[in-house]
């Protein structure tokens, strides 16, 4: 298993504006269509509402396979099932999800602004998924989820109490149904960086007017929370048995964090990956955790 590090940048445009122009008459539909297509867990109706607490959990390619990985989290651990179900499958191995919206895999209860209160259903569903995964053994546990800078960023103006980073940092120890099974291997995926704009509307926008999708990228040190990463790496790598992913150089140099990369749009709203974008990450997570 190979943690990557954020050393080089994407390539951010598709470098010419006059075919950026002419495309851009079909932009809104086609940038559009992406961002509605649902991943590979999404569409096959394993992400559970914010009410149900009875865990579904999914499998995906060979059923017989003799090896097996567990994707446990939220919708920011579903985003990446696209790309991790494509490279199982060239692997010869199942993969597993136990995936609930709005739900963190950390043993940290949340607020839920669609609920407007604690999302209690959320302890609910983790605790029971946690004793599925342990029981069903796998030979991996993917774990991602939305950062708690990210969460504050969604919650401002509302009601929500505000996420402590000291809370969310131990939690990175907590998550994992390593510490109540010894030997299961955990991988946590860092959060994908995040954006202040409906990356959509902004490219559709950019396009339709013959500008660069660049209009819409984010400074790094707004997007992405480098120093709350650092911390999470340090604890997870404390942990026998845990490695950590860090995906980020997928999306951003040492200045800037990309939306419109080699010609695909990377995220279908502020914080969720673009399904095709996503399939062009296969390479990358499978030598990560291949």
Same mark, same amino acid.
């Given at each position: 298993m190979r943690v990557t590090g954020a050393?080089?940048?994407?390539?951010p445009d598709v470098g010419d504006l006059a075919k950026e122009a002419v495309a851009a008459r079909g932009a809104p539909a086609c940038i559009a269509a992406s961002a509605a297509q649902p991943s590979t867990a999404r569409a096959a109706g394993c992400i559970l509402s914010f009410e149900t607490v009875t865990p579904k959990a999914c499998v995906f390619g060979n059923k017989d396979a003799g090896r097996s990985i567990a994707l446990f989290g939220d919708s920011h651990a579903d985003h990446w099932s696209t790309p991790l179900i494509e490279a199982a499958e060239k692997n010869d191995t199942k993969v597993v999800t136990w995936l609930k919206s709005g739900c963190r895999a950390s043993r940290v209860t949340v607020w839920a602004?669609?609920?407007?209160r604690n999302y209690t259903e959320c302890d609910q569903w983790r605790a029971q998924s946690i004793r599925q995964i342990i029981a069903a053994r796998p030979n991996l546990v993917v774990i991602s989820e939305i950062a708690l800078d990210s969460l504050?960023?969604?919650?401002?103006?509302t009601q929500?109490?505000?996420?402590q980073d000291a809370e969310g940092?131990?939690?990175?120890? !907590?998550?994992? *149904?390593?510490?109540?099974?010894?030997g299961l291997k955990v991988a946590v995926i860092r959060d994908v960086p995040f954006s202040d704009d409906h990356v959509d509307t902004c490219v559709s926008r950019a396009l339709w007017r013959g500008e660069k999708p660049s209009l819409c990228d984010q400074k790094r040190t707004e997007a992405a929370n480098d120093a709350n990463a650092a911390v999470e790496r340090s604890?997870? !790598?404390?942990? *026998?048995?845990?490695?950590?992913?860090?995906?980020?150089n997928q999306f951003c140099d040492a200045r800037t964090c990309h939306v419109f990369i080699n010609g695909k749009i990377a995220y279908r709203d502020q914080h969720h990956l673009a399904t095709p974008f996503a399939e062009t990450l296969e390479p990358a997570v499978e030598r990560a955790l291949f």
């Open positions: 050393t080089q940048g994407p390539t602004t669609k609920l407007k504050d960023k969604m919650s401002a103006g929500a109490p505000v996420s940092a131990p939690a990175c120890t !907590r998550r994992s *149904p390593r510490s109540a099974r010894p604890i997870v !790598r404390a942990v *026998p048995g845990a490695s950590y992913i860090d995906m980020t």
